[in-house]
């Protein structure tokens, strides 16, 4: 299953195509701001996590990045799909750009 909410420039725009938000996070910083609501990745194991029964053994990917107007929110228990984007999630996280960004924000 894979339910793709929002993967554009706000939450209701047209949604773009998982390979589209694989080269964003390449390219642009994500916002540290999600660290504090997930980390960007919520796994579904049990009912107690989500109000939807069939979003269980679901991976939830969302967030937006800081630099570019581009949100994401989607979710998924295919496979492929959650290893590269967790792949793609960690590796934008180790970017300078997104550790300054970070420090910015949690130095208060």
């Keep these: ?17 998982i390979h589209t938000l694989l080269k964003k996070l ?3 910083p994500l916002d540290p701001v999600y660290e504090g609501m ?8 049990t009912d107690k996590h989500t109000d ?3 979003y269980v053994g679901c991976t939830h990917f969302f967030g937006h ?10 979710i998924t228990d295919e496979r492929v799909i959650i290893e590269e984007l967790t792949k ?4 934008n996280q ?10 910015n924000i949690f130095s208060y």
């Excluded at 997930?38 to 194991?45: A, E, L, M, R, S």
């Excluded at 793609?88 to 590796?91: D, E, S």
């Design 88 to 91: 793609a999630i960690r590796i």
């Design 65 to 74: 990045f800081a630099t570019i107007p581009y949100v994401f929110n989607v």
């Design 1 to 17: 299953m894979l339910e793709i909410k929002s993967n554009g420039t706000d939450w209701n725009a047209p949604i773009q195509p």
């Design 52 to 54: 939807n029964p069939r």
């Design 26 to 28: 390449a390219e642009k």
């Design 94 to 103: 180790e970017r300078l750009d997104y550790e300054q960004l970070r420090k």
């Design 38 to 45: 997930g980390n960007f990745i919520i796994k579904y194991k």
